[in-house]
């Protein structure tokens, strides 16, 4: 069974003996659908549109009928994100009116909201500790404790450069996988609370969908580039070091072009700064000129390193800790049903595919 949701229909898609999947049932909605989640044990639909309400649904034992349930008047903007918590019994959502609320789902009442900086692009939930990740188009991610009708903030994470288009808790590991516009995903060590963030580069243009395999330790994402990447998170892996400052290449001490002082005294043009993405260090491109792997930094693809550094990583320290894969579309959306080993993806070509994926997660 797929579901999908067109710009003003809700579709249920079933599998045929053909082997070929064809609609079940659909429902028009009264505005467009931008956003939508499903719980299989309850069986409940819930779908955001750009008017702000929130419709509810209930799918037959069979995927023919959908039954409405609720509609809930949340937001005033475009809903970005719906989440139900079965636990709680909460409808958790955000919009572009730049509102976060959560919803009692049997009462239908509002129970609290929270104004963020800016529009909420990801959202996750941690049951055990009510906490609540926001992830928002200034690149930040922010904690929220929710009570029955209130919520406090707990932190804010930055180190994205670009909006946050995805967001994905591992409940086990207590670990946060954020995904930007700026092509980088970063792993936030919560249960650790040292403050842990490991960067992950392997996508050419945004990130736009994040899923974890809990009983492989594997990441699996998606971009705007069409590809998914599988990661190994079962790996050691290091935090980048952060960027020096120096008025000066840190390896051959030539000045960099807005030191005027020591290029007067030596009588030499200064050059560009660039960054070792091994040691951190600011060096000029002479001393920078190779590049290569390094894959437990994250670095699946090649980048600058300075000299020293080149010469230091070993083949064994090359060795890539993620595969790749073409989806041949530019994804949109992903989902991954970990207990079949199905992904399935939705391009900005309107097309929905399938994957198994049990070759590769495993």
């Given at each position: 069974?797929?579901?999908?949701?067109?710009?003003?229909?809700?579709?249920?898609?079933?599998?045929?003996?053909?082997?070929?999947?064809?609609?079940?049932?659909?429902?028009?909605?009264?505005?467009?659908?931008?956003?939508?989640?499903?719980?299989?044990?309850?069986?409940?639909?819930?779908?955001?549109?750009?008017?702000?309400?929130?419709?509810?649904?209930?799918?037959?034992?069979?995927?023919?009928?959908?039954?409405?349930?609720?509609?809930?008047?949340?937001?005033?903007?475009r809903v970005?994100?719906?989440?139900?918590?079965?636990?709680?019994?909460?409808?958790?959502?955000?919009?572009?009116?730049?509102?976060?609320?959560?919803?009692?789902?049997?009462?239908?009442?509002?129970?609290?909201?929270?104004?963020?900086?800016?529009?909420?692009?990801?959202?996750?939930?941690?049951?055990?500790?009510?906490?609540?990740?926001?992830?928002?188009?200034?690149?930040?991610?922010?904690?929220?404790?929710?009570?029955?009708?209130?919520?406090?903030?707990v932190t804010?994470?930055?180190?994205?450069?670009?909006?946050?288009?995805?967001?994905?808790?591992?409940?086990?590991?207590?670990?946060?996988?954020?995904?930007?516009?700026?092509?980088?995903?970063?792993?936030?060590?919560?249960?650790?609370?040292?403050?842990?963030?490991?960067?992950?580069?392997?996508?050419?243009?945004?990130?736009?969908?994040?899923?974890?395999?809990?009983?492989?330790?594997?990441?699996?994402?998606?971009?705007?580039?069409?590809?998914?990447?599988?990661?190994?998170?079962?790996?050691?892996?290091?935090?980048?070091?952060?960027?020096?400052?120096?008025?000066?290449?840190?390896?051959?001490?030539?000045?960099?072009?807005?030191?005027?002082?020591?290029?007067?005294?030596?009588?030499?043009?200064?050059?560009?700064?660039?960054?070792?993405?091994?040691?951190?260090?600011?060096?000029?491109?002479?001393?920078?000129?190779?590049?290569?792997?390094?894959?437990?930094?994250?670095?699946?693809?090649?980048?600058?390193?300075?000299?020293?550094?080149?010469?230091?990583i070993t083949?064994?320290?090359?060795?890539?800790?993620?595969?790749?894969?073409?989806?041949?579309?530019?994804?949109?959306?992903?989902?991954?049903?970990?207990?079949?080993?199905?992904?399935?993806?939705?391009?900005?070509?309107?097309?929905?595919?399938?994957?198994?994926?049990?070759?590769?997660?495993?």
């Amino acid at each position: 069974m797929v579901l999908s949701a067109c710009p003003k229909t809700v579709r249920v898609w079933l599998k045929r003996d053909s082997g070929q999947y064809w609609p079940s049932v659909y429902h028009t909605m009264p505005a467009p659908c931008s956003c939508m989640s499903f719980n299989p044990e309850t069986r409940r639909l819930s779908v955001g549109m750009d008017n702000g309400a929130i419709s509810e649904f209930i799918v037959s034992e069979d995927y023919n009928k959908l039954t409405p349930a609720r509609t809930y008047q949340a937001h005033q903007g475009r809903v970005t994100v719906v989440l139900f918590v079965l636990e709680m019994e909460w409808i958790l959502s955000t919009a572009q009116d730049k509102t976060f609320t959560w919803h009692c789902s049997e009462s239908g009442q509002q129970l609290g909201s929270h104004r963020t900086t800016a529009w909420v692009s990801g959202l996750q939930f941690d049951v055990e500790t009510r906490h609540a990740f926001v992830g928002d188009q200034s690149g930040q991610v922010t904690i929220l404790k929710l009570e029955q009708d209130t919520c406090s903030l707990v932190t804010t994470l930055k180190g994205h450069t670009g909006s946050v288009t995805a967001l994905c808790w591992d409940p086990v590991q207590r670990v946060l996988f954020s995904g930007s516009s700026d092509h980088s995903i970063i792993m936030w060590d919560i249960g650790g609370q040292k403050g842990t963030a490991i960067e992950l580069q392997g996508h050419r243009e945004k990130v736009q969908g994040l899923c974890y395999a809990p009983h492989t330790r594997q990441l699996i994402s998606c971009g705007a580039d069409g590809g998914i990447v599988v990661w190994n998170m079962d790996v050691t892996r290091e935090e980048t070091p952060e960027w020096l400052d120096s008025d000066s290449c840190q390896k051959c001490e030539q000045p960099f072009f807005w030191n005027f002082k020591q290029m007067w005294d030596s009588k030499k043009i200064g050059l560009r700064q660039h960054h070792c993405r091994k040691c951190g260090q600011a060096v000029c491109g002479k001393c920078s000129s190779k590049r290569s792997t390094i894959p437990l930094m994250g670095f699946e693809f090649e980048v600058r390193v300075c000299d020293s550094c080149h010469e230091s990583i070993t083949d064994e320290e090359r060795a890539p800790t993620a595969t790749f894969h073409d989806s041949k579309h530019s994804i949109v959306y992903m989902h991954y049903e970990p207990t079949r080993g199905y992904l399935l993806t939705s391009g900005s070509d309107k097309v929905i595919k399938l994957w198994d994926m049990t070759p590769v997660v495993s």
